[in-house]
């Protein structure tokens, strides 16, 4: 937790993302000094993975989700740290460490308000590869999500064209989370070449939104939303304590927030996209309002603490009342990769 004049003092703007070289990360860190910080295997997708492993445990009830993820990493320490928190979550990380690569890492600056501010270094090791390994996983996927943050790639850009068109080929729903709107501007014919040709649903905020649109700032998060169901079969909007919107085939449908105190909001996107990715998996998606709530409330649920993950014991209570809420529905799928 730092207040605004950390902020102010390192010349960094409230609430956004940006990308740091290693002189700059080191610059922060000394500054963070005294600061009381947690370290932990994050990233936007695998927080929404660690939610749907958790939400689709065993001991919970019902068939178990296989969840697995694909990405890059280093032979360092804290690659191995990666690895090591995500098989603990019940999430196969299928990528081989990158021998003498340097692990990338993203610094969340959380001020009392509640908004968080992220400095992403990217490390060497930044590039996903097409193999016999991934190659392998989404024949057998229900549901291939790619991480946005990917497309400032330009290797990994081939791969994530060639994933998509197998899931595409094989069947599989293909998701895409927006990510960042400085992503989208500046790799705006790279998101629409997947999106326009393979994508089934797509996660964005109101901002995001509107960038792949390019609509104004005045535009209205309904009006993005339903814009993009036009080339997209479900778009999903949050708009922060506003609410959110799924559009389908053009209409759009309301989601209120679920009531919470807010104790940091990072994370709340991806927690809002496991609950629509465990609609789909558990065969409901057709009941897109109950999809919505089932969503707004694991957002809720982390935005009430600190921290990205979805907690275990949450989970296990979420997917209880889900459960109760989805009586006598069937799981429509059970397997679930992401890149």
């Known amino acids: 937790m730092v207040d605004d004049e950390f902020l102010e003092r390192l010349e960094l703007e409230k609430g956004t993302r940006k990308v740091v070289n290693h002189e ?14 947690k370290a932990a295997a994050g990233g936007s997708l695998s927080n929404s993975l660690v939610a749907l492993a958790r939400l689709g445990s065993r001991s919970i009830g019902g068939p178990p989700l296989n969840v697995a993820m694909a990405g890059s990493i280093g032979s360092d320490p804290l690659g191995s740290f990666y690895r090591t928190k995500l098989r603990r979550a019940n999430v196969n990380f299928l990528s081989a460490p990158i021998k003498d ?16 501010t992220m400095l992403a270094y990217q490390g060497t090791s930044s590039t996903v590869d097409y193999n016999a390994c991934l190659a392998n996983a989404i024949s057998k996927t229900s549901i291939l999500v790619v991480e946005g943050y990917l497309f400032e790639f330009p290797d990994t850009i081939r791969t994530i064209t060639k994933a998509c068109g197998e899931a595409h080929r094989n069947g599989s729903l293909v998701a895409v989370t927006a990510s960042d709107v400085s992503c989208i501007e500046a790799h705006y014919d790279d998101f629409w070449e997947i999106i326009g040709n393979y994508t089934d649903i797509v996660f964005a905020n109101s901002d995001e939104a509107r960038a792949l649109c390019h609509f104004s700032p005045t535009e209205s998060p309904d009006s993005a939303a339903r814009y993009l169901s036009h080339f997209v079969p479900l778009v999903s909007v949050t708009d922060g304590p506003e609410g959110s919107y799924i559009g389908v085939k053009g209409e759009v449908v309301y989601i209120p927030p679920s ?7 990072c994370g709340a996107g991806d927690a809002y996209a496991s609950g629509i990715l465990y609609s789909f998996l558990r065969g409901v998606a057709a009941d897109v309002k109950s999809m919505g709530t089932v969503a707004a409330k694991l957002a809720a649920t982390v935005v009430g603490q600190q921290g990205t993950r979805l907690r275990v014991q949450d989970a296990g209570a979420l997917a209880e009342s889900f459960a109760f809420r989805h009586n006598g529905s069937a799981a429509g799928s059970d397997h679930v990769s992401g890149l």
Request: hydrophobic residues 30%; charged residues 20%; glycine residues 10%.
């Open 24 to 37: 700059e990360r080191g610059r922060v860190l000394r500054a963070m000094d005294g600061c009381s910080y």
């Open 259 to 265: 009531p919470c105190v807010p104790v940091d909001t």
């Open 101 to 116: 690569g340097t692990t990338g890492t993203v610094i969340v600056l959380t001020t009392p308000d509640a908004q968080r």
